[in-house]
C-alpha cells in the first residue's frame, strides 16, 4: 500500500510505502506544545517506507532521545521519530493525503489529557 502526505502549504511531501504499524491519539504536553492542539493523531511505519520526495522539512530535537521534523514555510508538524526506536517513523495523520485511514486505536498520555477532551478511543 502508498500513502502520501505533506504539509499545508504544499511546500512538503512525503510517500509512504507499506502498511501501517500502529495509530493512536498522544496527550502528552510535548505534542501538545509541538502541535497546539490538545491532542495529536499518529500513524506509525517502517522508517525505511517513508520518504520525502518533495522540499526539505526542517526539524528540532524535541527532547533528548525524539526529534520532530515541520515545515519551514507554514510550520506544520509532520513527522516524530524517538530514537529508541529507530526503525519507525510516527506521521502526524492529518497530513496524509487521506486522513480518515488507518483509524487511531489507542490513546497514550492519559494523565496529560485535557479534562474537557473526550475521545472514543
Known sequence: MTYEGGCRCGAIRYRITGEP??????HCRMCQRAAGTPVVAWVAFRRDEFRFV?????SFKAS???TR???PHCGMALT????????T???TIASLDEPY????????WMSSRAPWLHTES
Open 89 to 91: 517513523i510516527d506521521v
Open 80 to 87: 516524530f521519530e524517538y530514537a529508541a526506536c529507530s526503525a
Open 64 to 66: 533528548a532521545r525524539a
Open 54 to 58: 518533495k522540499g526539505e522539512a526542517d
Open 69 to 71: 521534523r515541520f515545515c
Open 21 to 26: 504499524l500502529s495509530a493512536g491519539f498522544c
Open 101 to 108: 485511514a488507518p483509524e487511531p486505536v489507542y490513546q497514550i
